[in-house]
């Protein structure tokens, strides 16, 4: 108990960095901060000092708490006790992305133009992905995380089947996105937002097929 109470008050410190650091930089910021960026890493969208500058940083708090607050509602709480470490890992990962992404905003606002934001955004994207695909074979029958799908949420058989193929497809879709991060141009990103949509929708039909086959067995 005492470690897990550790854990989470490491990853709340982690998540309240980019609250920090956004007080103490807040007068220097311009009017119009960057809220998005393209493919190609442009900015194509601005979005209002105030009140983005602080709506931002304060994802990275929420959702750790939303994340935390789900397995308490969800049916099948007791199972969440069988995957704590590889749930806390999902939850790690995407506080880090979401402060990353906190930071990337808050050095371009500055004036720091240097940093090539759309490969490091794909960069983490693909890290994130290789952690999903690792824990995802772990993670037991619920309704909140996971490939939520009408058959697996039917059958534990097809839950289990489907997310461990899942996870062999997001680990290696993981490490092809990595790689495809530091190669620019349109034909990479298409493949790289190709290979998202695959590993999406392989999972989906894949439940579909065994639990046609469940029923008629």
């Given at each position: 108990?005492?470690?897990?109470?550790?854990?989470y008050?490491?990853?709340?410190?982690?998540?309240?960095l980019?609250?920090?650091?956004?007080?103490?930089?807040?007068?220097?910021?311009?009017?119009?901060?960057?809220?998005?960026?393209?493919?190609m890493?442009?900015?194509?969208?601005?979005?209002a000092?105030?009140?983005?500058?602080?709506?931002?940083?304060?994802?990275?708090?929420?959702?750790?708490?939303?994340?935390?607050?789900?397995?308490?509602?969800?049916?099948?709480?007791?199972?969440?006790?069988d995957?704590?470490?590889s749930?806390?890992?999902?939850?790690?990962?995407?506080?880090?992305?979401?402060?990353?992404?906190?930071f990337?905003?808050?050095?371009?606002?500055?004036?720091?133009?240097?940093?090539?934001?759309d490969?490091?955004?794909?960069?983490?994207?693909?890290?994130?992905?290789?952690?999903?695909?690792?824990?995802?074979?772990k993670?037991?029958?619920?309704?909140?995380?996971?490939?939520?799908?009408?058959?697996?949420?039917s059958?534990?058989q097809?839950?289990?089947?489907?997310h461990?193929?899942?996870?062999?497809?997001?680990?290696?879709?993981?490490?092809?996105?990595i790689?495809?991060?530091?190669?620019?141009?349109?034909?990479?990103a298409?493949?790289?937002?190709?290979?998202?949509?695959?590993?999406?929708?392989?999972?989906?039909?894949?439940?579909?097929?065994?639990?046609?086959?469940e029923?008629?067995?």
């Open positions: 108990m005492k470690e897990s109470k550790l854990k008050l490491v990853l709340y410190a982690i998540a309240v980019p609250l920090i650091i956004t007080l103490i930089v807040y007068d220097k910021l311009p009017n119009q901060i960057p809220m998005h960026w393209n493919a890493g442009e900015i194509d969208s601005y979005g000092k105030m009140p983005y500058a602080f709506l931002l940083p304060l994802i990275p708090i929420l959702a750790p708490i939303m994340m935390q607050l789900l397995p308490k509602i969800d049916p099948k709480k007791n199972n969440y006790k995957f704590e470490g749930y806390f890992a999902i939850i790690l990962a995407s506080v880090l992305v979401f402060v990353s992404l906190n990337i905003t808050l050095t371009t606002a500055l004036g720091n133009n240097t940093m090539k934001v490969v490091f955004v794909k960069l983490m994207m693909g890290v994130l992905f290789v952690v999903i695909g690792n824990v995802m074979p993670l037991k029958h619920n309704y909140f995380v996971g490939v939520k799908t009408p058959w697996t949420l059958s534990e097809v839950w289990y089947k489907t461990r193929l899942s996870g062999v497809l997001w680990f290696i879709a993981g490490f092809l996105m790689g495809l991060s530091f190669i620019g141009g349109s034909i990479s298409a493949l790289y937002f190709g290979i998202i949509m695959a590993v999406s929708f392989c999972p989906v039909i894949y439940s579909y097929i065994l639990y046609k086959k029923i008629k067995g």
